[in-house]
């Protein structure tokens, strides 16, 4: 189920890519699931084209996906280059730390605030929400 708080200082676009992306890398979404389309889930979540077309571009640069023309969009069998990146980036993240003398527990709270701004949802905010791959709504 994807969730769009409109509330949230996160933009709908980064929500959108988050949560797609939690749900390859944990496998929610198996790889070879063909996405919905972009209007389809546009209208689903009521968000503007564009705004999932965006998610949708960055998911594919990722590796996460793979958009196969007029097939569609489908979960990519490649998804595991963003754990490698991830790793990278933890790894560079820790060598910065590492050379400005900052506390492990400092820089373990700031890569929580990071996490919990990127995907955070107030109860109190509306919630558009769709479920996946066929986008339809419970």
Excluded: C, W
Excluded at 1 to 26: G, H, K, N, T, Y
Excluded at 107 to 128: D, E
């Amino acid at each position: 189920m994807i969730v769009i708080d409109s509330a949230s200082p996160v933009p709908p676009f980064e929500q959108l890519r988050a949560q797609l992306a939690r749900q390859i890398q944990d496998h929610t979404l198996a790889v070879g699931t063909k996405l919905p389309t972009i209007r389809r889930l546009a209208a689903d979540l009521g968000l503007a084209v564009n705004t999932v077309g965006r998610a949708y571009r960055e998911l594919e640069e990722a590796g996460l996906i793979e958009t196969r023309g007029p097939a569609g969009s489908f979960v990519s069998a490649a998804g595991g280059q963003g754990r490698e990146r991830a790793r990278r980036a933890a790894a560079e993240y820790a060598a910065v730390i590492a050379s400005i003398g900052l506390d492990t527990n400092e820089a373990v709270r700031i890569v929580q605030a990071a996490l919990t701004n990127g995907i955070a949802a107030s109860p109190s905010s509306r919630v558009a929400s769709s479920h996946l791959p066929d986008g339809n709504p419970p």
